[in-house]
């Protein structure tokens, strides 16, 4: 974890801030991964009171450890001489789907945070050097979500017989939308929104469960649009079509989105028709469970003047969308 700086002497009072018991009346597990020692003595030092830390520099010891033992959040940096974080984080959730997964590296590398989207299904992307605080406070949220997950909930579907369900592609390229609509017309009922002002007519009116978009309509980075639909309409299953040019851009569609894949264009059909039937699975997981909600929050920032001005712009839409995905 190049890069990565702790403030030593602000180790307790982060500590002392959230502290945390099992049903069992035990720390939660947290296990942290890195090729430098350092870092990892580090990070014991600051989550020692409030959680049970586990610390390796082995990937196969990693591994061992989160297949027998209940692993509440799972920590990876992601360049290490070994294997990279975000396909430790895939075995991770191969083996403890409720395990929370945060990927935490030196920079932003293109290829690993499309990998933690579609791969990994992570909580949260950090980027270093990253306060001791900041990391504290998502781990923090990351542990209170574990603890309130039930196996139960895995297990509960909803029933969907009969029912045919919505698939939104919002493109301004008409060839893309029909390529979409003639491959899964037999499957789902399809619409396409050219533009942004149709994609808030479909959402406010229509019982959409999956919605594949273009990052850019009209030449506007609808990105923040994104983040508000996903604050106000958790359900929302967002797949984003992509250049993957800009390696922030995706970050924040990790972390603010909770975006559910990023896929290339022009698409596969291939590719397209794998990750559309697993997204409107998982849309079916959330609605039939609420708690797992909280597994895919949004991390909001009142100071992001940009989400705050496109929740005023779109106030009367939101209000209807609130209503439709309402629990």
Request: hydrophobic share 35%; net charge negative; proline share 3%.
């Amino acid at each position: 974890m190049t890069d990565f700086t702790l403030d030593d002497h602000n180790t307790e009072t982060v500590t002392d801030a959230a502290m945390f018991t099992t049903s069992l009346g035990d720390k939660p597990k947290i296990a942290f991964i890195d090729d430098e020692k350092r870092i990892l003595r580090s990070m014991k030092l600051l989550f020692r009171k409030s959680h049970d830390v586990f610390v390796t520099t082995d990937p196969n010891e990693y591994i061992d450890y989160i297949k027998n033992n209940h692993v509440h959040v799972a920590v990876s940096d992601q360049r290490m001489p070994e294997r990279v974080g975000v396909d430790i984080l895939r075995e991770v959730k191969e083996i403890s789907p409720s395990t929370m997964r945060i990927l935490l590296t030196g920079y932003a590398d293109l290829n690993a945070i499309i990998g933690s989207i579609n791969e990994g299904e992570i909580y949260r992307y950090l980027t270093k050097p990253c306060k001791s605080e900041e990391l504290q406070t998502v781990v923090g949220r990351a542990t209170e979500i574990a603890l309130s997950y039930h196996s139960e909930d895995d297990s509960v579907q909803l029933s969907l017989e009969g029912d045919r369900q919505t698939l939104l592609v919002i493109d301004e390229s008409n060839e893309a939308a029909e390529q979409i609509r003639s491959q899964f017309a037999n499957n789902y009922n399809v619409l396409h929104a050219s533009t942004l002002e149709d994609a808030y007519d479909y959402l406010a009116n229509n019982d959409i469960g999956v919605c594949i978009t273009d990052i850019n309509i009209s030449g506007e980075n609808i990105a923040p649009i994104i983040f508000t639909l996903k604050q106000d309409a958790p359900h929302l299953v967002v797949l984003v079509q992509t250049q993957f040019q800009d390696a922030h851009l995706l970050i924040d569609l990790i972390n603010k989105g909770q975006v559910y894949r990023c896929l290339p264009k022009p698409m596969r059909a291939s590719l397209l028709e794998v990750s559309v039937n697993r997204a409107f699975r998982h849309y079916n997981s959330l609605k039939s469970n609420p708690e797992l909600l909280k597994r895919h929050e949004v991390e909001v920032d009142p100071n992001d003047r940009v989400s705050i001005d496109l929740s005023s712009r779109v106030k009367n839409f939101i209000g209807k969308l609130r209503k439709r995905f309402s629990l």
